[in-house]
């Protein structure tokens, strides 16, 4: 499985609900633009490293909506203090997942430290996150995004892209059109 | 308040967030921010949450807007060197306002030099991101904060306020 593979199965289950979505910059939001747009799907096309962060801000903000955030291991590895804060607020609400292909790529596919000795597994857990899970196959994802509602599921897969094309919606449409979804309607600019 | 009256440096900007119906707060601390700190806490309409670094504050603010939030990150000045490409790529991109409570460091009275680099270049770091820099003094600081605070997300950008050594040691 590479990420397009994942991504595919996470928007085959979350797709269709309520569910608000952050995509990390490059091709996570690339590819997830490309499999399923839906205006609850919020693609950060700068600030690497911190999908995380505004997953945890919304899911602080919003209690009583499902947040998932998609990073990756690079942006993880960018912003590695994010899992202790998600550990201490623990929404339970808020479901990170990291698809973990041991490569930045979006650059390249230069390796991470993932493809060395760092486990993300070990860290998510050493920083507190109560709920950590580890899948590697279409199967075990499938089966932990029904029943897993929030904590750090790190997703390994295989590193590569799919050729899609960049995004054409302007950030003005992008944030605009998700807080249509994300944000009570008093608050929607 | 009758002239001579004592004020509260950490009182009156606590005052101005509430007055300025802030209700999301990130924080990174600041030996300036230490009083003010346990009163967002505190308060039960605000949700606060502590970061480990700046950037990540950054992070977090921006979602919370995006749930509806009205937020706000307190830090030191410090902390501005670790936000300048989020405070670009994500809040002036997606026109995401943010109120930031600086604790300026490095500045007259500072008696650490290791402060003064980055306290001489906070105020042309924001410059050069087109962040208003507002430096109220004590008497000042509950309109001027209102006011920034209401301009920012009037116009989806971000509003600094700068307070000084000499701003906490006021009363």
């Not at chain 1, 920083?127 to 750090?152: H, I």
Request: proline share 5%.
């Amino acid at each position: 499985m590479i990420r397009y593979g994942a991504l595919e199965i996470l928007a085959e289950k979350e797709g269709d609900k309520d569910t608000l979505i952050i995509a990390n910059i490059g091709f996570p939001s690339k590819e997830l633009h490309e499999i399923y747009d839906r205006k609850a799907n919020f693609y950060m096309l700068g600030s690497m490293g911190l999908s995380s962060s505004i997953g945890l801000g919304l899911a602080l903000a919003r209690p009583e909506r499902k947040v998932i955030a998609i990073d990756g291991d690079g942006s993880v590895l960018m912003n590695m203090g994010s899992l202790a804060t998600i550990a201490n607020q623990h929404p339970d609400n808020y479901l990170l997942v990291i698809i973990d292909n041991g490569a930045y790529g979006s650059t390249g596919n230069q390796i991470t430290a993932t493809a060395g000795l760092t486990d993300l597994k070990k860290v998510a857990l050493g920083a507190g996150v109560q709920n950590v899970a580890m899948v590697s196959d279409e199967s075990g994802l499938k089966k932990k995004l029904d029943t897993m509602e929030n904590g750090v599921l790190i997703v390994k897969t295989k590193a590569g892209n799919k050729k899609v094309p960049v995004i054409r919606l302007c950030p003005e449409d992008i944030i605009k059109r998700f807080m249509e979804k994300s944000a009570l309607p008093f608050h929607s600019r | 308040m009758k002239e001579g009256d004592y004020m509260d440096p950490s009182q009156e900007v606590f005052k101005a967030i509430k007055e300025s119906g802030i209700d999301f707060i990130v924080s990174v601390p600041c030996a300036n921010l230490q009083k003010l700190i346990p009163m967002v806490d505190s308060d039960p309409d605000i949700i606060h949450v502590p970061a480990t670094r700046e950037e990540e504050g950054i992070g977090i603010c921006a979602g919370a807007y995006m749930g509806g939030k009205k937020p706000a990150i307190m830090m030191q000045n410090s902390g501005m060197g670790n936000s300048i490409n989020a405070l670009a790529s994500l809040n002036r991109l997606y026109n995401i306002p943010l109120l930031i409570i600086i604790s300026h460091r490095g500045v007259e009275g500072e008696p650490i030099c290791a402060q003064v680099p980055m306290g001489e270049k906070t105020p042309l770091l924001l410059e050069v991101l087109d962040i208003p820099a507002y430096k109220p003094d004590l008497a000042q600081s509950r309109k001027t904060i209102e006011k920034a605070t209401k301009k920012a997300f009037e116009e989806g950008k971000q509003a600094a306020i700068l307070l000084s050594i000499g701003f906490w040691r006021e009363s």
